[in-house]
C-alpha cells in the first residue's frame, strides 16, 4: 500500500471509527500527556543520566511484571507478589553479607557463591507462589483472596525470619562487593539490571509464544471450559503460571536488595500496585487471554517514566498516589469496556 493511500485511509475514517480508536487509546494518550506536562515543566528531564535512570529502575519492576502478567492473562491477580520479593530480598541480603560487616545476620557463616542464595530465595518464592496457584487451581478461590491471604502470611513469616538473625530486627546491609556489582555494575557501559530485564524479556517471549505452556496459559485465560475440553490440564497450567511468577519474584527480590542496597521485613510493599498496573495499562487484560511481552514494557516503562518524572519535578507522594490510582482505575474501566463491547 503506498503512502498516499495510508493517508487516505488514515482521514476517511468516520466520526464512529475516531471515537472508537480515541477510546481505545485514551489511557497511552492520558499517559502521554502527562510525560509531555513533566517534559515541558522540566526540560532537563530529557537528557541521558535521566534515561539510564529510568531504564535502570523498569528493569526490576520489568520482571515482576512479566510474573504477575502471566497470573492477569488467567484473569487473576497476585496481591502477595510484594511480599514475596520482599521475602526473597530479605533471604538473599542476609546470605550475601561482607565477612568483615558488623551487624552480619548470620556471623560466623563462610561467603557463599552467588547462585546460591539466588536458588534459595527462588525456591522460597517459587513454593509460595505454587501454593496460591494450587489454591486458586483446587479450591476455585478467586485470585484476589487467595493471594491475599498469602500475602498476609509471607509477611508474618518472613517477619518472623528477619527478627532471627544475630542482631535482631534491624535492616540487613553491607552487602558483599561481589553481589552489588553483579547487580547494579555495567557491562560494556550498560547498566546489568538492564541486560538482565533484557534477557527475561526474551526468555517470556519466547514461553508464551512458542510453547506448549504459552498456548495452554492462553487458551485457559481465554476459556476454562473450552481449554479444559480441549485436553489442556487446567491445574497443572495454573500451577506452572504460578511457579513461573514465584522465580521472577525471587530473581526481582535478589536483583532488587541489591539495588536499593538494603532489605528488611519492608521491602517490596506495594510493587504489587505498580506492578499491576503496569500490565494493564500495557494492554494486559483482566478479562483473560490477552496480553503480549511489549505491552509490558511498555506499561513499566510508562509508570517509571511518571513516576519518576513526578519524583523530578518535586510532587509530593500523596499527589502521585492520586495520579497512579486515576490512571489505574481509567485503565481497568477501559478495558472492561472494550470487554463488554467485544462480548
Not at 546491609?173 to 524479556?201: E, H, K, Q, W
Not at 519466547?206 to 476454562?224: D, H, I, R, S
Not at 506499561?299 to 511518571?306: A, S, Y
Request: charged share 10%; net charge positive.
Amino acid at each position: 500500500m503506498s503512502s498516499e493511500n495510508i493517508v487516505k485511509r488514515f482521514f476517511s475514517k468516520s466520526t464512529e471509527e475516531w471515537k472508537e480508536l480515541l477510546i481505545n487509546n485514551a489511557i497511552y494518550i492520558v499517559v502521554a500527556a502527562i510525560i509531555l506536562f513533566i517534559v515541558i515543566r522540566e526540560p532537563s528531564f530529557v537528557s541521558v543520566p535521566v534515561f539510564r535512570n529510568i531504564l535502570t529502575q523498569s528493569s526490576v519492576r520489568l520482571i515482576l511484571a512479566y510474573g504477575v502478567a502471566g497470573i492477569i492473562i488467567l484473569q487473576g491477580t497476585d496481591l502477595s507478589l510484594g511480599r514475596l520479593v520482599g521475602f526473597a530480598a530479605v533471604v538473599s541480603g542476609s546470605l550475601l553479607q561482607r565477612a568483615d560487616y558488623a551487624n552480619r545476620f548470620y556471623p560466623d557463616m563462610q561467603a557463599l557463591p552467588l547462585f546460591v542464595p539466588l536458588i534459595i530465595a527462588m525456591l522460597v518464592t517459587i513454593v509460595l507462589s505454587a501454593v496460591n496457584g494450587w489454591v486458586v487451581a483446587q479450591f476455585k478461590i478467586h485470585p484476589f483472596l487467595a493471594t491475599m491471604g498469602m500475602m498476609i502470611t509471607a509477611y508474618g513469616i518472613l517477619s518472623i525470619y528477619f527478627a532471627s538473625g544475630a542482631p535482631g530486627p534491624q535492616p540487613i546491609g553491607g552487602f558483599d562487593n561481589r553481589y552489588t556489582d553483579f547487580v547494579i555494575g555495567t557491562t560494556l557501559g550498560i547498566p546489568n539490571l538492564v541486560i538482565y530485564a533484557a534477557i527475561t524479556s526474551v526468555i517470556i517471549w519466547f514461553l508464551w509464544n512458542k510453547t506448549t505452556f504459552g498456548k495452554n496459559m492462553y487458551a485457559v485465560g481465554g476459556n476454562p471450559e473450552a481449554a479444559k475440553v480441549s485436553g489442556v490440564n487446567v491445574m497443572i497450567t495454573t500451577v506452572l503460571v504460578y511457579v513461573l511468577a514465584g522465580a521472577l519474584y525471587g530473581i526481582g527480590g535478589f536483583l532488587e536488595a541489591a539495588r536499593i542496597g538494603s532489605a528488611n521485613n519492608g521491602t517490596g510493599f506495594g510493587y504489587e500496585l505498580d506492578a499491576i498496573a503496569a500490565c494493564v495499562v500495557g494492554g494486559i487484560s483482566f478479562s483473560g487471554g490477552i496480553g503480549k511481552v511489549s505491552g509490558a514494557i511498555v506499561g513499566v516503562l510508562m509508570f517509571t517514566i511518571i513516576s519518576y518524572g513526578m519524583t523530578f519535578m518535586g510532587l509530593d507522594m500523596y499527589y502521585q498516589y492520586i495520579i497512579k490510582g486515576i490512571i489505574i482505575v481509567a485503565a481497568v474501566s477501559l478495558d472492561t469496556k472494550k470487554y463488554l463491547k467485544k462480548s
